[in-house]
């Protein structure tokens, strides 16, 4: 694995822009080159680092879990890469029950990427129940947007 | 005073009957009081604005019970222009007061405040109870003007206060996607505001500690959700727990020695009771589904929270130190955020059901279950201290959707918006300030 310094040095920059935002909802713009595999911006655009879930659901669909072997695929490739998945949900809920909802898809999609071999210590898991919502509208074209998990590079890069 | 007495326990009769009729409720009316509020006199010349102000929070109180209605001004055949006049019970009367109220405002040159007043049953035309005085800074002009009204109220409807509370909540800012959380303060009527925390992290759902001078309430300013306990004088805080996960949820026991809360592991959440002095931890719950949003019997022995061991979210009793737990709620769709009453007889829940949420409240063992509004998002009800009025938020839908926050009865009339400066969600009341 071979990374050019100023790959890590422009990661640290995205990592440093997503902390500056509270409760951040993923990674966006600046992720570097999306034709470089090593990018943020490739594990998101072809990877895919979002998964959708049903109405008050945390089962794994078959798409979902297409997804997420490629994100097992390309963790196993880059052993040093660390992960924190976030549960959302959308409006339709108890905040405190979202909550706990968005913590249970986290977990789901962690539980996965462990079986398909990822170490269980590179994939960390937060929820942010209905509080960061992508799509703001109030019907169910937003809210099967809303009801995600996002895979989020931590770091590990070059590391 | 008993003209009175018997006036309103009528009133009180007849409003269950309004009620059973679901969601209509707010099309019933009740007979509220009427009530004379004559210009407070101003025994220094200093009180005068100040007399005033405090005779119109009186006014609002009493008013936005949805119990009193004020006999207007100028239908006032004469003032009251000492505080230790003889009442003239005839020009009352006449204009249809069934209680008047009378007061009297002065302030020092240090600027303490001394209010007195009188409440006194027109028809009977005798006092309804001993004239109270109440000496103060002027800064607490407000509260005076709210330990009046609860004077007032208390006396003439037989149960107990809630005017001079406070309400810890969310203030809200921004976009729908980019919101930003400051955990807020202030009197209970929407007044006197203060920001206990910044917006650079989530918060949510704080609670008062049983004295009101803490708040628990979960905040992401660790990157995570985690439980903190501000108070609320000083604005120190600290995290209550060790425990190692996501933590969320928190609520104070009613003796204030301990918490419960919900822990998240894997896919599993669960309630746990923390000891504070000592951090202990109890786990109360042990199943594979989400169990959140406890809150405790008044008397400290059970905690009704919301589970979807059963396959959706709904209501549970179980004892406060664990043990088995009993579903309560049996109606069409989800239940969720119940909060027992502090009179202990109702438990304030969220229902959610065809697209809809609405506050009801249902006896402790699930009967007699009553909605009491409805909305595209109605939620988190929270009690006032006489177990009369729900406080709870309502978000609109859309794409500039926003959350504010309203009282309703609870028979479900007076429904009002509170004011506050930016849009507010949890709402949580606190007891009376002693």
């Not at chain 2, 109220?101 to 240090?110: F, G, I, Q």
């Not at chain 2, 505001?193 to 708040?215: C, H, M, Q, W």
């Not at chain 2, 951090?279 to 809150?295: F, R, W």
Request: glycine residues 10%.
């Amino acid at each position: 694995m071979k990374f050019l310094p100023i790959a890590a040095a422009g990661i640290a920059l995205v990592l440093a822009g997503c902390d500056a935002i509270p409760g951040g909802s993923g990674q966006s713009g600046g992720a570097g080159d999306p034709n470089n595999p090593d990018s943020v911006a490739y594990f998101q655009q072809t990877v895919g680092d979002r998964v959708l879930f049903e109405v008050d659901q945390s089962v794994l669909t078959d798409v979902a879990k297409a997804t997420l072997d490629q994100q097992a695929a390309w963790l196993l490739a880059r052993p040093a890469v660390s992960v924190l998945i976030e549960g959302h949900a959308d409006e339709q809920g108890t905040r405190e029950y979202n909550l706990a909802l968005g913590a249970r898809r986290a977990a789901a999609v962690q539980s996965y990427l462990v079986s398909k071999g990822v170490i269980d210590a590179r994939v960390r898991t937060i929820t942010y129940g209905k509080e960061r919502p992508l799509e703001i509208c109030s019907n169910e074209a937003c809210w099967a947007k809303n009801r995600r998990s996002v895979t989020v590079i931590e770091g590990g890069f070059g590391s | 005073m008993i003209r009175i007495l018997t006036a309103f326990c009528f009133l009180i009769a007849a409003v269950p009957a309004l009620a059973q009729t679901r969601l209509t409720v707010t099309e019933g009316t009740i007979q509220p009081i009427p009530v004379a509020l004559p210009a407070f006199v101003a025994e220094t010349p200093n009180a005068e604005g100040l007399a005033q102000e405090i005779r119109d929070v009186v006014a609002a109180d009493l008013t936005g019970s949805g119990l009193f209605r004020e006999i207007p001004r100028e239908a006032h055949i004469s003032g009251i222009s000492a505080f230790e006049a003889p009442i003239q019970f005839q020009d009352w009367r006449i204009v249809n007061a069934t209680a008047l109220v009378t007061a009297s405002v002065s302030l020092s040159e240090d600027n303490q405040m001394v209010v007195k007043f009188r409440l006194f049953d027109v028809a009977a035309q005798q006092a309804l109870g001993k004239g109270l005085q109440f000496v103060a800074p002027q800064g607490a002009w407000r509260r005076i003007a709210h330990k009046v009204a609860d004077s007032i109220y208390s006396r003439l409807t037989g149960e107990g206060p809630y005017f001079d509370t406070r309400v810890v909540f969310i203030s809200e800012e921004g976009p729908k996607d980019a919101r930003r959380k400051r955990l807020a303060i202030m009197d209970y009527d929407g007044a006197n505001v203060r920001y206990l925390t910044g917006a650079d992290a989530i918060v949510i759902a704080p609670r008062f500690s049983p004295n009101a001078k803490e708040v628990i309430y979960t905040s992401y300013e660790t990157g995570f959700p985690r439980v903190f306990v501000m108070n609320v004088d000083t604005g120190q805080k600290r995290e209550v727990t060790e425990l190692p996960n996501m933590t969320f949820a928190p609520r104070f026991a009613p003796d204030g020695r301990s918490i419960v809360l919900s822990q998240t592991k894997g896919v599993n959440t669960d309630l746990y009771k923390v000891t504070i002095a000592t951090g202990e931890v109890t786990q109360l719950t042990n199943s594979a589904a989400i169990e959140t949003a406890p809150s405790f019997s008044p008397d400290g022995t059970q905690i009704v929270f919301e589970s979807d061991r059963g396959g959706g979210q709904q209501l549970y009793l179980t004892p406060a130190d664990g043990g088995e737990a009993t579903r309560i709620s049996f109606g069409d769709g989800r239940y969720g955020t119940p909060v027992w009453s502090p009179r202990g007889d109702k438990i304030a829940f969220t229902k959610i059901l065809g697209g809809e949420f609405y506050i009801g409240v249902m006896d402790v063992d699930g009967s007699n279950e009553r909605l009491l509004t409805r909305s595209f998002l109605d939620e988190g009800p929270t009690w006032s201290p006489n177990g009369r009025v729900i406080m709870f938020f309502r978000e609109t839908a859309g794409v500039n959707g926003a959350p504010n926050l309203y009282t309703v009865d609870v028979t479900g009339l007076n429904l009002r918006k509170v004011p506050t400066p930016f849009f507010a969600s949890d709402p949580a009341w606190s007891g009376v300030i002693e």
